[in-house]
């Protein structure tokens, strides 16, 4: 075990979901860890940082199925500036729906990376009902899973976690429609209002 | 755009257009690559069969001759990232809240019937042209979750069910072909494509495999 860095490749990263997985993370993981947020001005400065680091941890939302522009400007940026020694790639991944295996394709866009670049990949961990399972009362699940999560990383026994919400999907249909009915109300929006069938109204 | 028929109704954008207008006016679009401004007209007519392009490199067509065809070089537009605000959501449903060249372009995306997709592969998925404007269409979906399948998934706007062709280029060897598939496969859930076709080529073949696929249209 050794230093880990935390890239998180959310586009909202100081606000984000990922965000909070990676503080989670960091309680959890028994050594120091370092965390940044990528933005569009700081590829070089974190390429120089993976260049130093034993492994490298990418917390990030799925986005249309697939990594977020924000990660994947990053990845390419990595590809032309490669470190001599290359850190372990491990993933944590959220997304909106139930079901955590929507976070597959993705995964396997990180996979592919770390096999064209020659980055040893370590563990994976996709959660689903990403966005709102640590404000419910199954954060305890998420907290859990990344506790082993970590664990397996800090071993190097590298595995693949998942967890989500455990509710019937039409349970999880309704509390989604009170969560982004609330999310609305801040904005003094209705539910009508959000149902709307116009594109650019 | 100068130049339009006399007669001819013009609005500032297609996406101010109502879902069920479609039915009774027969709508024109006008992609103008220069200034990246889409330019909707709107003829009487009957409803018919919209079809886009959406490319992230310019594609030798000439299409004047075919109003219900719209070529989009995402290149020429100014498109920034999402910013995963969830605005066109909650806050103008919708609309995003990033007035960039993007709006004009997901309403295209939603009233198409029949799509090609033009895009070079990046590890697996969408290379960040084309992927950038897919992270900001996500207005012409709602918030709220149906079950689509037996998987949880958005409940879409008015999105006309679509053909869709997806050619891309570049992939370094058939894994990547594999995984761009199963990308799209996934995709079809979530941009509500009713069939689907995924083509491979190299870079240099794809003027030629675009040309043979709109000649599918009857545009030589
Ligand atoms: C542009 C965009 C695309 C998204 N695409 C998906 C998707 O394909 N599948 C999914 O389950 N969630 C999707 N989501 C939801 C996010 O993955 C989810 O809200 C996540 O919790 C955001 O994490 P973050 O706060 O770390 O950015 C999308 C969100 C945005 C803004």
């Not at chain 2, 109704?9 to 709508?27: D, E, Q």
Request: net charge positive; glycine share 6%; charged share 20%.
């Amino acid at each position: 075990m050794g230093n880990l860095l935390i890239l998180n490749g959310s586009p909202r990263a100081p606000r984000s979901n990922s965000r909070r997985y990676a503080q989670i993370f960091s309680s959890c993981y028994g050594e120091n860890t370092e965390y940044f947020d990528i933005s569009k001005r700081n590829h070089p400065e974190l390429c120089a940082k993976l260049a130093g680091t034993s492994h490298v941890l990418f917390v990030f939302p799925l986005y249309a199925d697939g990594l977020p522009v924000t990660l994947l400007n990053f990845l390419k940026s990595l590809e032309a500036a490669p470190p001599q020694n290359k850190p372990a790639v491990s993933v944590l991944i959220n997304c909106g729906f139930l079901e955590p295996q929507q976070n597959e394709m993705a995964v396997e866009m990180m996979r592919l990376f770390c096999r064209q670049n020659h980055y040893p990949f370590g563990s994976v961990l996709k959660i689903g009902s990403g966005e709102a399972i640590l404000d419910s009362p199954f954060r305890f699940l998420a907290v859990r899973k990344i506790r082993r999560f970590a664990d397996s990383i800090a071993k190097g026994s590298y595995g693949t976690f998942q967890t989500t919400m455990p509710l019937p999907k039409g349970l999880f249909v309704k509390a989604a429609a009170s969560y982004w009915i609330n999310y609305g109300k801040k904005f003094g929006v209705t539910k009508e209002a959000m149902q709307t069938m116009q594109i650019e109204p | 755009m100068t130049g339009c028929n006399p007669g001819v109704i013009r609005i500032a954008n297609a996406g101010t257009l109502p879902f069920k207008f479609r039915k009774v006016y027969k709508i024109v679009y006008y992609c103008v690559p220069l200034s990246g401004i889409i330019e909707c007209k709107i003829q009487n007519g009957a409803y018919f069969d919209m079809k886009l392009i959406l490319s992230d490199r310019p594609l030798p067509l000439e299409l004047s001759d075919h109003p219900d065809v719209v070529c989009v070089d995402l290149t020429r537009l100014k498109i920034a990232n999402c910013v995963g605000c969830f605005g066109c959501w909650t806050k103008t449903p919708g609309r995003c809240v990033i007035r960039d060249d993007a709006v004009k372009v997901y309403p295209l995306i939603a009233q198409s019937e029949t799509v090609l997709y033009v895009s070079r592969i990046k590890y697996g998925g969408y290379d960040t042209v084309m992927k950038t404007m897919l992270e900001r269409a996500i207005p012409v979906q709602q918030a709220f979750i149906r079950i689509v399948n037996g998987e949880t998934h958005h409940v879409q706007r008015s999105v006309v069910p679509k053909d869709a062709v997806i050619l891309a280029y570049g992939a370094s060897d058939e894994e990547e072909q594999a995984l761009f598939r199963q990308l799209i496969a996934r995709n079809a859930h979530n941009m509500n494509f009713q069939s689907y076709r995924v083509l491979f080529c190299r870079e240099d073949q794809v003027p030629d495999l675009v040309q043979t696929e709109v000649a599918k249209w009857g545009i030589s």
